[in-house]
Each structure stands twice: as structure tokens, then as C-alpha cells.
């Protein structure tokens, strides 16, 4: 794993630990596994 990746890990950790809007937070949920699946895809 890249630098990159633990810092937005670890950002997201914290995104999910404040309260927000039911819909913004699966919304990010689906943004973040996104970019997930996409920086996997250009890394291997």
C-alpha cells in the first residue's frame, strides 16, 4: 500500500466517525470503495 492510500484511510476513518446526513455518508461510502477499486486496479 502506497502512502496515499493510508492517509485516505485514514481520512475516511474519521469522515465516518462524525455524524452526517444518512444519505452524504452512503454516499461517500460508495465514492471511497470507488476510488478504492480504481487505485487497486492502476497499482497491481
Do not use: N, Q, Y
Not at 11 to 25: C, F, K, L, M, N
Amino acid at each position: 500500500m502506497s502512502p496515499f492510500c493510508l492517509i485516505d484511510v485514514a481520512g475516511i476513518r474519521d469522515h465516518a466517525t462524525v455524524p452526517h446526513d444518512v444519505r452524504e455518508s452512503a454516499w461517500h461510502a460508495r465514492l471511497s470503495g470507488w476510488m478504492i477499486r480504481l487505485r487497486r486496479a492502476f497499482h497491481s
